[in-house]
């Protein structure tokens, strides 16, 4: 048995720590999110060319064909790096796609040709497939993510009381943004009027398609949340060492040293959790989609006081704009809600274990 | 990233996990909580570490040489976690396999190591730790049990708390000051302290569950001789951190899986009082299971990293305070969960499980406090790994 990650995978986490470093430092993340879109394509392209946006594509539809383990190694690097832009929403889609069965933009998407997003919420801001209600294609979606620079948009609707996927060109629907506290990555609203979409997948089909893209993008996202919690708490704990009052570095005081200890604890928690779940769903372990559920609760509810220790460490200072502690604040909080949050997350894992277990030896009364 | 079990590795499984299903004392899991006397109890645990030594198992971490098992650290967690799996019932000499004996193997003469080791792994000499004291807690290095050199031999003054099974100890590993006139880490000695000694004194210590787990030891005028020192004069502050590194270590394997038990149990008993319809219940329940698996991935992220390289991570320092927390808020949600029922205790004819849980409220709350308290576990997440200027 072996937790770590492998010399390759190593490597990957390595080239990607250095990209971004380079092409993606946090003065970048700052222009970019001022855009209209947060969308910077020339940051895309060179993405593309590391083949970063085809790791989990097959290689024979134009990807890399590697697994969970090294997608979650490269989004921990992004996460750390604040990389803006529509990543996940693009990974969404191709999950979505590829699990529907077909190759359709794949090829694409992995050469930073084509972005993609999915359309899921509806008004009521439910995550679970069941509560899909719109007719295809016909009505609004809500909370779109990065859908203003998507070309591709899979949308989830109900055909004849069925749930179903379909394909829909971007530029055809009517996207409205919603401003959000994440800068780095947009939100919109789609109006379907009548939109022309091309069916992918219906019923059962339909619905692991789905909840296979969202156990993907989930792990993904709680490996990017893994490195902003890494990236959070080294700021913090930066300060501390340097920041002086009473004559000494405010990381002397137990006060301040535990909020620090805390903030390691939940970051490599949440690591593990992740992981763990990553290789669970590239080895269809038994229990992977709890295991996704169980990375999602404990890095939602990590990443939030992760947050809120960080701000409160560096005191004043972290609550200016000039400090960059609150673009992964306002990430964490985009991060914590997207694909469900934790109370979302528990009650899964509440379906999926313990409504599996019964009441058989309980004795006593 | 491989998670899977190696072939070797699958084969120590099932020939650990063989052994224990034909040998664990099918009256165990019964007799853990019936009422007995601690004597008749530790003698009943002694008869099966005979049983685990005569068939190999006692000592899976020593080297062969010292007569263990040599197991590889992955074998050590597969053997705990198995342990675990089939209730058996711990052995008598916990401190002596655990602890006790590394160090020995780490820092003893040949002499010593002949004459100690055979007898650790046989439970025919228990023994015993002598570190903390009533004003030498955290501050483990402010002891202040001296022993003085009288010719060969050291004769120790002082007193000692917060000891495991002394009262049936054979034999101690104590920690006294042998130089008071220098830096306070630099004039400690560890010795090897036969419990027999004229001076010595053993007084059990009640504990808020009602047990007396721990005692209080008292040394008058106690002679050690030279010979019984561990490492060198002077240097004991490096063995007994190296003796508290093992109890940092492996420790946790066999935790997880009680603690996954303890969960199905509450779930069934949830179940049975018609509570898991209640969404809140359900969100309790969820997030249990949610930090017992993460507490599992860590363990395993830990052990495979010192497998792999030597030395814990961070996610090692992590552990303590992971498994100690979680174990407080998880007994707390039982209570609520269990409603009036909870706090019945042994002896209840309408308590679950003859009063484990509310005996287990009780004993959570040590867990914070013993083995490093969070709050010294945060101070060493903040200085060792974090890298913030010590606070003390």
Same mark, same amino acid.
């Given at each position: 048995?072996?937790?770590?990650?492998?010399?390759?995978?190593?490597?990957?986490?390595?080239?990607?720590?250095?990209?971004?470093?380079?092409?993606?430092?946090?003065?970048? !993340?700052?222009?970019?999110?001022? +855009?209209?879109?947060?969308?910077?394509?020339?940051?895309?392209?060179?993405?593309?060319?590391?083949?970063?946006?085809?790791?989990?594509?097959?290689?024979?539809?134009?990807?890399?064909?590697?697994?969970?383990?090294?997608?979650?190694?490269?989004?921990?690097?992004?996460?750390?790096?604040?990389?803006?832009?529509?990543?996940?929403?693009?990974?969404?889609?191709?999950?979505?796609?590829?699990?529907?069965?077909?190759?359709?933009?794949?090829?694409?998407?992995?050469?930073?040709?084509?972005?993609?997003?999915?359309?899921?919420?509806?008004?009521?801001?439910?995550?679970?497939?069941?509560? !899909?209600?719109?007719?295809?294609?016909?009505?609004?979606?809500?909370?779109?993510?990065?859908?203003?620079?998507?070309?591709?948009?899979?949308?989830?609707?109900?055909?004849?009381?069925?749930?179903?996927?379909?394909?829909?060109?971007?530029?055809?629907?009517?996207?409205?943004?919603?401003?959000?506290?994440?800068?780095?990555?947009?939100?919109?609203?789609?109006?379907?009027?009548?939109?022309?979409?091309?069916?992918?997948?219906?019923?059962?089909?339909?619905?692991?398609?789905?909840?296979?893209?969202?156990?993907?993008?989930?792990?993904?996202?709680?490996?990017?949340?893994?490195?902003?919690?890494?990236?959070?708490?080294?700021?913090?704990?930066?300060?501390?060492?340097?920041?002086?009052?009473?004559?000494?570095?405010?990381?002397?005081?137990?006060?301040?040293?535990?909020?620090?200890?805390?903030?390691?604890?939940?970051?490599?928690?949440?690591?593990?959790?992740?992981?763990?779940?990553?290789?669970?769903?590239?080895?269809?372990?038994?229990?992977?989609?709890?295991?996704?559920?169980?990375?999602?609760?404990?890095?939602?509810?990590?990443?939030?006081?992760?947050?809120?220790?960080?701000?409160?460490?560096?005191?004043?200072?972290?609550?200016?704009?000039?400090?960059?502690?609150?673009?992964?604040?306002?990430?964490?909080?985009?991060?914590?809600?997207?694909?469900?949050?934790?109370?979302?997350?528990?009650?899964?894992?509440?379906?999926?274990?313990?409504?599996?277990?019964?009441?058989? +030896?309980?004795?006593?009364? | 990233?491989?998670?899977?079990? /190696?072939?070797?590795?699958?084969?120590?499984?099932?020939?650990?996990?063989?052994?224990?299903?034909?040998?664990?004392?099918?009256?165990?899991?019964?007799?853990?909580?019936?009422?007995?006397?601690?004597?008749?109890?530790?003698?009943?645990?002694?008869?099966?570490?005979?049983?685990?030594?005569?068939?190999?198992?006692?000592?899976?971490?020593?080297?062969?040489?010292?007569?263990?098992?040599?197991?590889?650290?992955?074998?050590?967690?597969?053997?705990? #976690?198995?342990?675990?799996?089939?209730?058996?019932?711990?052995?008598?000499?916990?401190?002596?396999?655990?602890?006790?004996?590394? /160090?020995?193997?780490?820092?003893?003469?040949?002499?010593?190591? &002949?004459?100690?080791?055979?007898?650790?792994?046989?439970?025919?000499?228990?023994?015993?730790?002598?570190?903390?004291?009533?004003?030498?807690?955290?501050?483990?290095?402010?002891?202040?049990?001296?022993?003085?050199?009288?010719?060969?031999?050291?004769?120790?003054?002082?007193?000692?708390?917060?000891?495991?099974?002394?009262?049936?100890?054979?034999?101690?590993?104590?920690?006294?000051?042998?130089?008071?006139?220098?830096?306070?880490?630099?004039?400690?000695?560890?010795?090897?302290?036969?419990?027999?000694?004229?001076?010595?004194?053993?007084?059990?210590?009640?504990?808020?569950?009602? #047990?007396?787990?721990?005692?209080?030891?008292?040394?008058?005028?106690?002679?050690?001789?030279?010979?019984?020192?561990?490492?060198?004069?002077?240097?004991?502050?490096?063995?007994?951190?190296? /003796?508290?590194?093992?109890?940092?270590?492996?420790?946790?394997?066999?935790?997880?899986?009680?603690?996954?038990?303890?969960?199905?149990?509450?779930?069934?008993?949830?179940?049975?009082?018609?509570?898991?319809?209640?969404?809140?219940?359900?969100?309790?329940?969820?997030?249990?299971?949610?930090?017992?698996?993460?507490?599992?991935?860590?363990?395993?992220?830990?052990?495979?990293?010192?497998?792999? &390289?030597?030395?814990?991570?961070?996610?090692?320092?992590?552990?303590?305070?992971?498994?100690?927390?979680?174990?407080?808020?998880?007994?707390?949600?039982?209570?609520?969960?269990?409603?009036?029922?909870?706090?019945?205790?042994?002896?209840?004819?309408?308590?679950?499980?003859?009063?484990?849980?509310?005996?287990?409220?009780?004993?959570?709350?040590?867990? &914070?406090?013993?083995?490093?308290?969070?709050?010294?576990?945060?101070?060493?997440?903040?200085?060792?790994?974090?890298?913030?200027?010590?606070?003390?």
């Amino acid at each position: 048995m072996n937790f770590g990650l492998s010399e390759s995978q190593q490597i990957l986490k390595n080239n990607a720590r250095k990209f971004f470093a380079a092409e993606c430092p946090v003065s970048e !993340v700052r222009r970019i999110m001022e +855009t209209e879109s947060a969308h910077d394509q020339k940051l895309w392209r060179s993405m593309a060319e590391q083949g970063f946006l085809g790791v989990v594509i097959p290689e024979d539809a134009g990807g890399m064909g590697l697994g969970m383990v090294e997608l979650a190694a490269l989004a921990e690097e992004m996460g750390r790096a604040l990389v803006p832009g529509p990543f996940l929403a693009t990974l969404l889609a191709s999950a979505a796609i590829e699990g529907a069965g077909t190759k359709k933009h794949l090829a694409e998407i992995a050469s930073g040709q084509c972005k993609g997003t999915l359309a899921l919420l509806e008004a009521g801001g439910s995550w679970s497939p069941d509560a !899909v209600a719109m007719p295809a294609l016909e009505g609004e979606k809500m909370f779109v993510p990065d859908a203003g620079v998507a070309d591709v948009i899979v949308v989830a609707a109900r055909d004849r009381g069925e749930l179903a996927l379909y394909l829909v060109d971007g530029k055809s629907i009517e996207r409205t943004a919603m401003p959000a506290v994440d800068l780095t990555r947009r939100l919109y609203k789609l109006n379907f009027a009548k939109a022309q979409g091309e069916l992918l997948a219906r019923g059962d089909a339909a619905r692991n398609a789905l909840e296979r893209a969202l156990d993907i993008a989930t792990v993904a996202l709680c490996a990017e949340m893994t490195g902003g919690m890494q990236r959070t708490m080294e700021m913090a704990v930066e300060y501390a060492k340097t920041r002086k009052q009473f004559g000494k570095p405010i990381g002397q005081y137990q006060a301040v040293q535990h909020q620090c200890a805390d903030m390691l604890l939940w970051t490599e928690s949440s690591r593990s959790a992740t992981y763990y779940a990553a290789w669970a769903l590239d080895n269809n372990a038994p229990d992977a989609r709890a295991a996704v559920s169980v990375a999602k609760v404990y890095a939602s509810d990590s990443c939030r006081e992760v947050g809120n220790r960080g701000v409160q460490v560096q005191g004043g200072m972290g609550f200016t704009w000039e400090n960059d502690v609150h673009l992964y604040y306002r990430r964490a909080k985009a991060s914590e809600i997207a694909f469900g949050d934790a109370t979302f997350h528990r009650e899964r894992i509440a379906r999926l274990i313990i409504d599996r277990m019964n009441a058989r +030896t309980a004795v006593g009364v | 990233m491989d998670l899977n079990l /190696t072939p070797q590795e699958l084969a120590f499984r099932d020939e650990v996990r063989a052994w224990f299903a034909a040998n664990v004392p099918k009256d165990w899991v019964r007799r853990r909580n019936a009422e007995e006397s601690m004597e008749a109890r530790f003698e009943y645990l002694r008869a099966w570490q005979r049983k685990m030594f005569d068939a190999g198992w006692a000592g899976v971490s020593w080297p062969r040489e010292y007569g263990g098992r040599g197991a590889s650290l992955m074998e050590q967690v597969i053997f705990i #976690e198995e342990m675990a799996r089939a209730e058996a019932p711990p052995m008598a000499n916990v401190l002596g396999l655990g602890l006790i004996g590394p /160090t020995i193997i780490a820092f003893g003469t040949d002499a010593q190591k &002949t004459r100690f080791l055979p007898k650790i792994l046989s439970a025919e000499e228990i023994w015993c730790q002598g570190f903390s004291e009533p004003n030498a807690g955290s501050d483990l290095a402010a002891l202040g049990s001296e022993g003085k050199l009288d010719g060969d031999h050291f004769i120790v003054n002082g007193q000692k708390i917060w000891n495991s099974y002394g009262w049936a100890a054979d034999w101690c590993e104590l920690v006294v000051r042998t130089d008071p006139n220098v830096e306070k880490h630099k004039g400690l000695t560890v010795l090897l302290a036969d419990m027999k000694s004229p001076g010595v004194e053993v007084r059990p210590l009640k504990q808020m569950t009602g #047990e007396s787990e721990f005692c209080e030891l008292f040394f008058r005028d106690v002679r050690v001789p030279v010979s019984n020192v561990i490492g060198k004069v002077n240097d004991g502050w490096r063995v007994a951190m190296g /003796t508290l590194m093992h109890e940092r270590g492996t420790f946790g394997a066999g935790l997880q899986v009680n603690y996954r038990r303890n969960f199905n149990r509450l779930v069934e008993i949830a179940h049975h009082m018609k509570r898991t319809g209640d969404p809140l219940v359900r969100q309790k329940l969820a997030q249990a299971y949610t930090e017992i698996e993460v507490m599992r991935c860590n363990q395993m992220r830990a052990f495979s990293r010192i497998n792999e &390289t030597g030395v814990p991570g961070p996610e090692g320092s992590i552990q303590k305070i992971f498994w100690s927390e979680l174990n407080q808020r998880f007994q707390q949600m039982a209570q609520e969960i269990m409603g009036p029922y909870g706090q019945l205790a042994h002896g209840s004819a309408d308590a679950f499980d003859e009063g484990q849980w509310a005996y287990g409220y009780l004993r959570s709350r040590g867990n &914070t406090i013993e083995a490093g308290t969070s709050e010294i576990q945060r101070n060493i997440i903040g200085h060792f790994v974090l890298g913030l200027p010590k606070s003390y």
